[in-house]
């Protein structure tokens, strides 16, 4: 588990997936971010995402975030 607070990239978030037994991409992860999947997304100056771990963990155990 990540702890609290913590946010991954769009590829660090496809790679916990894959690892997890799930077929993503960065891209479907962009896709996710875009289409709203997850909630309390940061968005940095450049345009990129940061996604909570602990919704990535939610995806990872089945548990609500």
Do not use: C, H
């Not at 037994?21 to 709203?36: D, E, L, Y």
């Not at 997304?41 to 919704?55: K, M």
């Amino acid at each position: 588990m990540t702890s609290q607070g913590t946010y991954l990239t769009t590829v660090q978030v496809a790679e916990k997936l894959r690892d997890a037994g799930f077929t993503v991409t960065p891209a479907q992860i962009r896709r996710w971010v875009s289409n709203g999947r997850f909630t309390g997304v940061r968005r940095l100056p450049n345009g990129r995402a940061q996604i909570p771990a602990s919704e990535v963990d939610a995806i990872v155990t089945g548990t609500p975030a």
